[in-house]
């Protein structure tokens, strides 16, 4: 079945730095993957969304790269804040109708002072 | 912030009784999606409405069922609830498109815990 997998262990970054999160697809190519922030007791926040003929998309402090020979997508956040720290969801779509979408379990980042 | 409302926040109650959920939209969106989030899965599609009265099935539609009667308001209900359905319920809307490149906007969620 088709799969969006990411790194479930939380990454912890200081405060400036660059952090990288990496989402993995498996049996599946998406034509679009979206990036979600999710904050505790909060529903998701779209964040970014890049298709399949865009190599990297940018807004603002974000950076999302779409590499389909490597079936993978990174999200950066540069000169990153502890306003940051949530759990960011990778999520795809095929592009159908009903535009129904995969998401991956997502990866908490904490920025730490 | 997209104009969704989850109701009941939290809900608590017993095993063989039936639920509702209800999820009233402000932005006149086509598409209205139910959710449920659980600790190791990511969000998984329960139902959606593609237009009043139009739904259709997710991947875990079993136990669950829908209606839309205003573009507004999506009901999702549990006939007769199972421990299996304690989770986190999220609605979300997209707009009228409905295909991929379009993200979803989602509500802040319904805890609902099943004994």
């Known amino acids: 079945s088709q799969k969006i997998e990411q790194n479930s262990e939380a990454l912890n970054i200081q405060e400036g730095k660059t952090a990288t999160l990496t989402c993995n697809y498996t049996?599946?190519?998406?034509?679009?993957l979206q990036w979600y922030r999710q904050d505790p007791g909060r529903g998701p926040v779209f964040l970014l969304l890049?298709?399949?003929?865009?190599k990297e998309k940018r807004k603002e402090r974000l950076k999302v790269t779409f590499d389909t020979t490597l079936k993978q997508s990174l999200f950066h956040i540069t000169a990153s804040q502890p306003a940051d720290s949530a759990t960011y969801l990778c999520?795809?779509?095929?592009?159908?109708?009903?535009?129904?979408?995969?998401f991956g379990t997502g990866t908490q980042l904490k920025v730490e002072l | 912030d997209a104009g969704i409302t989850q109701s009941p926040r939290h809900k608590v109650t017993e095993t063989g009784t039936p639920v509702t959920l209800r999820c009233h939209q402000t932005?006149?969106?086509?598409?209205m999606y139910w959710y449920r989030q659980d600790p190791g899965h990511g969000l998984r599609l329960i139902h959606y409405?593609?237009?009043?009265?139009?739904?259709d099935k997710g991947e875990v539609s079993d136990g669950y069922s829908v209606s839309r009667s205003k573009t507004e308001d999506f009901l999702l209900t549990l006939e007769s609830a199972t421990s299996s359905q304690t989770s986190v319920y999220f609605c979300?809307?997209?707009?009228?498109?409905?295909?991929?490149?379009?993200?979803?906007?989602f509500g802040d969620g319904t805890r609902l815990s099943i004994l």
């Open positions: 979300a809307i997209s707009e009228s498109k409905g295909s991929g490149n379009q993200p979803q906007h």
């Open positions: 049996n599946y190519s998406p034509a679009y």
């Open positions: 890049i298709r399949e003929n865009e």
């Open positions: 999520v795809g779509s095929d592009g159908g109708g009903g535009n129904k979408l995969t």
């Open positions: 932005e006149n969106h086509r598409y």
């Open positions: 409405s593609y237009g009043v009265k139009d739904t």
